[in-house]
Structures are given as structure tokens and as C-alpha cells.
């Protein structure tokens, strides 16, 4: 998974990680504690209440709020959109620190005095969010237990909530209830969306420091399992023996005399044959009988455009000439899309 669609997301991630890191690193720590008595009741410390967002108080819940983040916040950004999602990390840290407020004040008597360090309202809120709109993709079981490829996000959301009682659990049940009023639009909070002005500076000024959010570059060559055992066993001539497979989609008609001609210009040099080569691969040319290749069936020709109907057919007949059977074919493609 990457962060492509996901620069909020990757922007709260890093945020998190780089203040609960400098504050470990400069002891300022106490800061960001947040306790009813005597922060608020007696010094009157109310900027605690937004302060204690910024930072987790461990390491432990700094690992757990981010791999939440990662597997359910980019997710839901790319449900939402990032200009939503922002909207409503922000509507949700104002809604949670409300009822935070409010639940020191209603509950400090019966032990509620401290509240959890760090985003996890809005971690929960996320969850929430994932549990209701991310479907699951597989079930298994563990002891007869049924699990889905989602039990393993809310089992590091258990964890955060029995950290730190009773003020871990009160911020759980404040960021499913804030995710819950969202959702159910009582209050209008998803019509909210940040000013443009906002985005616009965030987007110009803020995105540049956290990178780019582009996707991993993909190749469109893979090596065929012959040449990829022969290239272990002597790495020296594995460039002599390579069968190149690529899955590139066929350039325009228009640029195939360009490039046969390009190949013919450069007679004689090893980069030359390889672009002849390829050309001749791509429009089916290529003189296969007498290299010794396979000549794959129409039934087969079919099944495999069928199956992978994003790829040309030409690649996919090179699939076949290149493997003993089309099983091999098959993987050979679902490697080359890796």
C-alpha cells in the first residue's frame, strides 16, 4: 500500500511521529498531560485541552496509532477524498475535545481525572469510519474463532484501549461516539469543508515538507522462470540468456515505423537489437519456428485475454510461447504486475 491519494493521511502520520519524538527528546512531555485536577480545575489550563492532540505519551501508542492510521486512514481518505478528510480531522478533534471537557467535568469524581495523550479520538474515529465503509476482502478462523483481514486493525485498537484506564477507554468511546455523529449527520458536520484559502495555503506551503504522494513506479519487465534460474546459477551470461516479457501496452501505430526505423539505423549494436526485437514482439514478426518456441492454441489465447483483459493480446501470445504450459504463462503475467 502507498499514500498515493493519501497526503493527508501521510501528513498525520509524520506530524504525530516527529512531536512525540522531539517531545521525548527535550522532556516536554508534561505539556501535553491533560488531567481535570489540577490543570483545569485549579490552574486553569485550558490550552491542554488542544495541546495534549499534538503527541502520544509512549512509544507503544505512537507504533499503534500509526499502523492504525496507515491500514485505516488511507482507506477512508480515499473514500472521502483528501479535502473531506481533512475537513473532518478537524471537525472531529473539535467535537472530541468537547466532550473530553465535558467528561472530566461530569466523571473526575468517580476516578475520569485523565485523559489519554495523543490523537487517539481521532484514531477511533477513523476506525469507526473503516469499520462501517471498508468492506472486508477474506475470513478465516483461529481457534474457531472468525476473523476477517480487518480484526487485526481493531486488535491494535484494543491495545490503546486498556493502555492507560480508565482515561485510554473514555477516549474510545468519545471517538466512536464523534465518528457516529458524524456519520449519522445529525449536527450537519459532514457538509463542513475548510476554507479554499486554507487549502490552498496547506497545499502550497505544508504538502511540499511531507513529499510527494505519487505511486511506486511499477515495471512492465519481467523475467521468464528459465532465465531467472539461469541467471542464479551464472550471474555472468544470465545477460545472455534473459527473456524479456514485457507488459506494455502497444505504442500507437503511428510511432511503429519510428521505432523499426530507429532499430535499423543502429545495425550492429547490442541496444539496436534489443528495440528490433521488442518491435517484432509487439506485432507478432518474429520467426518462431525455427527459434524452438511453442505455437499456443486459440482456446488458450482466449483464456488468458479473458483473464487479463488490461493486457494486449500480443503480450499475452508472447506469454505463452515463452512457458511449457499455460499455467506458467499465468504466473508469469501476475509476476510481471506485481
Known amino acids: 500500500m502507498s499514500f498515493e491519494h493519501a497526503s493527508v493521511s501521510k501528513g498525520l502520520m509524520v506530524s504525530c511521529a516527529v512531536t512525540s519524538i522531539l517531545a521525548g527528546i527535550f522532556d516536554i512531555k508534561h505539556y501535553f498531560h491533560l488531567q481535570f ?16 492532540h499534538l503527541a502520544f505519551s509512549n512509544s507503544s501508542d505512537l507504533l499503534l496509532g500509526e499502523l492504525i492510521l496507515f491500514n485505516a486512514g488511507i482507506q477512508i481518505e480515499r473514500q472521502f477524498g483528501s479535502i473531506k478528510f481533512a475537513s473532518f480531522a478537524f471537525v472531529i478533534t473539535l467535537v472530541a475535545t468537547l466532550f473530553e471537557f465535558m467528561a472530566v467535568i461530569l466523571f473526575h469524581r468517580v476516578g475520569l481525572n485523565h485523559i ?3 490523537p487517539s479520538a481521532l484514531v477511533f474515529s477513523i476506525l469507526y469510519q473503516y469499520s462501517r465503509i471498508v468492506p472486508s476482502t477474506y475470513n478465516y478462523r483461529i481457534f474457531g474463532v472468525p476473523l476477517t483481514n480487518k480484526s487485526i486493525n481493531y486488535l491494535l485498537g484494543f491495545q490503546i484501549a486498556i493502555s ?20 449519522s449527520d445529525l449536527a450537519s458536520l459532514k457538509t ?13 506551503f505544508v504538502g511540499p515538507l511531507f513529499g510527494s504522494s505519487r505511486p511506486p513506479r ?37 510511432a511503429m515505423p519510428r521505432a523499426r526505423g530507429a532499430a535499423n539505423d543502429g545495425a550492429g549494436g547490442g541496444s539496436s537489437s ?16 525455427n527459434a524452438g518456441i511453442r505455437v499456443p492454441s486459440e482456446a488458450e489465447i482466449v483464456q488468458l485475454t479473458t483473464m487479463f483483459p488490461s493486457l494486449d493480446r500480443e503480450v499475452v501470445i508472447g506469454a505463452l510461447q515463452r512457458s511449457p504450459n499455460i499455467e506458467g504463462a499465468v504466473e508469469t503475467l501476475l509476476v510481471s504486475q506485481r
Open 164 to 183: 492507560r484506564l480508565p482515561g485510554s477507554a473514555a477516549v474510545v468511546v468519545i471517538g466512536i461516539l464523534t465518528g457516529q455523529l458524524y456519520r
Open 37 to 52: 485536577v489540577p490543570h483545569i480545575s485549579r490552574h486553569h489550563q485550558y490550552w491542554r485541552l488542544l495541546i495534549h
Open 274 to 289: 534489443v528495440v528490433r526485437e521488442w518491435v517484432d514482439e509487439l506485432t507478432g514478426r518474429t520467426e518462431r519456428a
Open 116 to 118: 489519554a495523550v495523543g
Open 192 to 204: 463542513y469543508r475548510l476554507p479554499p484559502s486554507v487549502v490552498r495555503f496547506i497545499v502550497r
Open 218 to 254: 511499477r515495471s512492465n519487465r519481467a523475467l521468464s522462470d528459465d532465465s531467472r534460474e539461469s541467471s542464479v546459477r551464472n550471474t555472468e551470461n544470465s545477460s545472455h540468456n534473459d527473456e524479456v516479457i514485457t507488459t506494455a501496452r502497444t505504442p500507437p501505430t503511428g
